[in-house]
C-alpha cells in the first residue's frame, strides 16, 4: 500500500534556477551561439501538414530518402496549387508552412524520371523501370503559432514552444538536405570530398556542422558547431574490402566479414550508373554463378538460357573484367530473385554512414584529425554561418528571422580551485587543473601483499616492472611487499589459443605452485591493450574467484611516471585513497560533510552500434564511508537493449525482499559508514532533456520506494543532477587564443530560460577545444544555495582516483562509465551476439531476453575494481 501511494504522488517537473552564483573572478568570453531574431515576431503561425505518399496501386512508399525528391517535384511542379509557399518537411510524414496552404486536404500526382539519386536508400531497382509516379497527399493536421517562442522567452506558459522550435529545426535541415547534405539528425554533412578524410581501414571521418535554434535566457539563438561523422570510403567496392580488412588483393578477403559489412550499403554500378542497395553475395564465384536470362529470340520471343554473370557481361554486354571472374558477385536482389553484378562494376556511393564500433587505430586517427584549437574552431564557424546563407533561406524570410553574426558575448566566472591533502597532510594546491606527487605520500596506503605477477608478453622483463614498481611506491609511501619469486610465463603452445582458454591455463598454472591459498592481488602483464585475454582475465578474477587485480601493456621504456600512474590504480582497488579534498577533513559543506550524505553516479552503456542484439548495461556507484566522498563502489545490472532508464533500482521479489540496486548501495553505506545517508545527491549521465521527466518521475521515484521498503519511517531527502556533454555548445576566450582555464562556470545569458543549469569547463583542455558539461539540477530537497551546489559539482571532479588532473565530469559518474565498460568486456558479449544470431536468440513474449550480469565476488564487491 506504502509503494502505491508514492506512485500516486503529482507529477514531478524540473526545478527554477533559484540565482545565479557569486563566487569566483569574472571572466569575458564568447560562445558559438547567434543571436536570433524577428522582424515580425507575431505576424505568422506554423502550420503542420501530415504527409502520405504511396504508389500508384496506393501500397505505401516505405523507402527512407526519396520522400525528399518526391515532395521537392511537387513543389517544382504544383507552385500555383500550393499558393506558392515554400514548406519545410522532415523527410518522413511531417510538412510546415508559415501560413495556411491554399486547401487543408491537397492531392498531387508526381512522375520521378531518375530513380537512382544519390539519396534514394530504398526499393530494389530494376533496370527496366527508370520512372515511376507517386501519389501524395498533404493534410491539415495543426496550427503552432509562432508567437509561442517569444512567449517562453518571456516567461509565460505555452503549449506549442517545443513544436515551434521543432519545426526551425526542421527548416534548417530543409536547407541543408536542397544542397545534398548528408542530415544526422540536426548535423549536415556535404558531399564534398574537401570534407573527408581517411582514418584508415575503408573508413572517412566526413567533417559538416550541426546547427540548431536554442531559447536562451538572452533570447533565441542560432547553436553552430563543427561535427563529424564516419562514412564509408566510397569508390570500388574491392578498393573498401581490402582497406578495411587490412588484406594485399581481392584473393585475399574474408567474404564471409565481407557480406556482413557490405548488407544495406548502397553501390552504383558501371556503366549505367544506376543505385542499388546491396543484399548480399553470390555463392558462387562470378564465372561460375549461374542465372537464367530472358532472351528474345529472331521472332521476338521470350527464350530462357541459363548463362554465367561473367559470360552474360563479358559476351553479352561486351564489358570487359579484369578480375571479377574468382570473385563473388554482389547481389542486389531478394533472397528468392537474387540479381547479380560483377563486383568490380560496384562502386560505393558517397555519404554512407559507417555505424560500426571503431578500431583503435581508427579512434587514435580521429581524434588527430578532428580536433581544432579554439582559434581554429572560431574561424571555421564563422565561415560555415557565412557559407549557409541562412539570410536567403525562402522559410525563414517568410517567417522574419534574422540571424546575427557575431558569437555571443557571456559573462562567467573561475571557481576557487580545490585544496586537496596527501599523505601526513600535506597540502596539495592544483595549477591549472593539474598536481603530482613529487616529494609526497598518498592519503591512505594499501598494503600490496600476498601478490603475483603473471605475463602475457613476451616483448618486456617483468622483473624490473616489479622492482621498479616496489621503489616507486616506497616513494609514494605506498607498501609493496615483494611477490611470489615465481612470475607465472604464459606457456607459448597457448599464444594463439582463444583468450578464456588462455585465462584457465594461466589460472591452473598458479593453483598448481600457490595451492589452496589464493592471491591478495594479481598484476597482469598483456602483450597490446584491447587483448582477447583482458575479458575473460576481468571475469574470471572479479566474477570467480574474488582476487583484485591490475592489468597493464607496459610500453618499451617504462619510466617512474608510468609505474606511479599504476600504483594509484593499484592503491585506489585494494582500498587505499591517493589524495583527498581538504573540505573532506575540515567538513567544510555542511549539507554534505556534516550531514550523513551518499553520492550516486547512475549511467547507462549501450554498447556498440553495430551490436543489434546485445544488451544495455546500467551501472551504479556510490560513495562510501562518509563523510568521505573519494571512495564508492558499484553495482551493475542488464537491461534491455537501448533502454535508457535503469530499471532495476527497485525490484520487490517478495512482501520483504527487494533484489534492486538501490537497496545494495544503501546497505554497503550502512555497513561502511555506520549511519543511514539523511541527504541523497544523484547524478545521472546520458539522458537528453525530453527524457528528465523520466528521470524524476520513473527512477527517482523507485529510489524512494527502496528507501521507503528499506525503513517505512526513514524519509532522506534528494537531490537530482543531470550531467550532459553530448552538446554542441562551447566558449572561447576574448583576448586568448588558449582554451578557457579549468574551473570556468557560465551560468547566465546562454543557460536556459527557467532551469535551474550551468555549464562547468572543471578540466584544462590540452587538445582541441574544451567542451563544457552542462549540468541541469532537476530536483534539490535538501536545499543548496547556487554557490554551495556549483562548488560541490566543481569539487567532485576533483576526486577521481585513476589521475593527477582535474577530470570533466563528477568522479562518480565516470566511475560509473568505468565500471558499465569493465562488467561488459567481462561478460563476452560478443560470444552471445554471435550465437544468438545463428538460431534466434531466446525470446519471451516476443522480446529478446536479457542475459543476467554475473554477481561480483563478495570479496571485490565492495572494491574500487573498476578505477
Known sequence: MERESVKNKSILLPMARRGNGSKGKKIHLLTNHFRVNFSQPNNHDFFHYSVAITYEDGSPVEAKGIGRKILEKVQQTYQTDLGF?????????????????????????????????????????RLSHQSKKFNVAISFAAKIPMKAIANALQGKETNHFQDAIRVMDVI????????????????????????????????????????????????????????????????????????????????????????????????????????????????????????TWKKKNQNGEVEEVEITVFDYFTKIRDIKLHYSGGLPCINVGKPNRPTYFPIELCELVSLQRYTKALTSFQRSNLVKESRQNPHQRMEVLTRALKNSNYSDDP??????????SDFTQVEGRLLPTPKLKAGNEQDIYPKNGRWNFNNKIVFESATVTRWAVVNFSARCDPRKIVRDLIRCGNMKGINVDPPYKVVFEEDPQFKDAPGSVRVEKMFERLESTLGDVPPNFLLCILEKKNSDVYGPWKKKNLVQVGIVNQCIAPPQN?????????????????????????????????????????????????????????????????????????????????????????????????????????????????????????????????????QFNQVLNIELDQMKQACKFLEEKWDPKFTVIIAQKNHHTKFFQTRSPDNVPPGTIIDSNICHQHNNDFYLCAHAGMIGTTRPTHYHVLYDEIGFDTDQLQELVHSLSYVYQRSTTAISLVAPICYAHLAAAQMGTAMKFEDISETSSSHGGITIAGAVSVPPMPKLNTKVASSMFFC
Open 395 to 404: 522559410m525563414l524570410q517568410e517567417c522574419g528571422v534574422r540571424i546575427g
Open 558 to 690: 617504462v619510466n617512474d611516471h608510468y609505474l606511479t600512474n599504476v600504483l594509484l590504480k593499484i592503491n585506489a582497488k585494494l582500498g587505499g585513497l591517493n589524495s583527498v579534498l581538504d573540505m573532506e577533513r575540515s567538513r567544510a559543506m555542511p549539507l554534505v560533510m556534516k550531514v550523513p550524505t551518499i553520492i550516486i553516479g547512475m549511467d547507462v552503456s549501450h554498447g556498440s552500434p553495430g551490436q543489434s542484439d546485445v544488451p544495455s548495461i546500467a551501472a551504479v556507484v556510490s560513495s562510501r564511508e562518509w563523510p568521505l566522498i573519494s571512495k564508492y563502489r558499484a553495482c551493475v545490472r542488464t537491461q534491455s537493449r537501448k533502454v535508457e532508464m535503469i530499471d532495476n533500482l527497485f525490484k520487490p521479489v517478495s512482501d520483504k525482499d527487494d533484489e534492486g540496486i538501490m537497496r545494495e548501495l544503501l546497505l554497503d553505506f550502512y555497513s561502511s559508514s555506520a549511519v543511514k545517508p539523511n541527504h541523497i545527491i544523484i547524478f545521472r549521465d546520458g539522458v537528453s532533456e525530453s
Open 172 to 291: 534548417l535541415c530543409q536547407n541543408a538536405a536542397r544542397k545534398g547534405c548528408l542530415l544526422v539528425r540536426q548535423s549536415f554533412f556535404h558531399n564534398d570530398a574537401k570534407y573527408f578524410t581517411n582514418i584508415g581501414e575503408g573508413v572517412d571521418c566526413c567533417k559538416g556542422f550541426h546547427s540548431s535554434f536554442r531559447t536562451t535566457q538572452g533570447g533565441l539563438s542560432l547553436n553552430i558547431d563543427v561535427s563529424t561523422t564516419m562514412i564509408v570510403k566510397p569508390g570500388p567496392v574491392v578498393g573498401f574490402l581490402i582497406g578495411n580488412q587490412g588484406v594485399k588483393d581481392p584473393f585475399s578477403i574474408n567474404w564471409k566479414k565481407a557480406k556482413s559489412t557490405l548488407k544495406n550499403l548502397r553501390v552504383k554500378v558501371i556503366p549505367s550508373n544506376q543505385e542499388y542497395k546491396i543484399t548480399g553475395l553470390s555463392g558462387l564465384h562470378c564465372k561460375d554463378q549461374m542465372f
Open 85 to 125: 509557399k515554400h514548406f519545410a518537411y522532415d523527410g518522413d510524414k511531417n510538412l510546415f508552412t508559415a501560413g495556411p496552404l491554399p486547401g487543408s486536404n491537397l492531392e498531387f500526382s508526381v512522375v520521378l524520371e531518375d530513380m537512382s539519386s544519390r539519396r534514394n536508400a530504398g526499393k530494389r531497382l
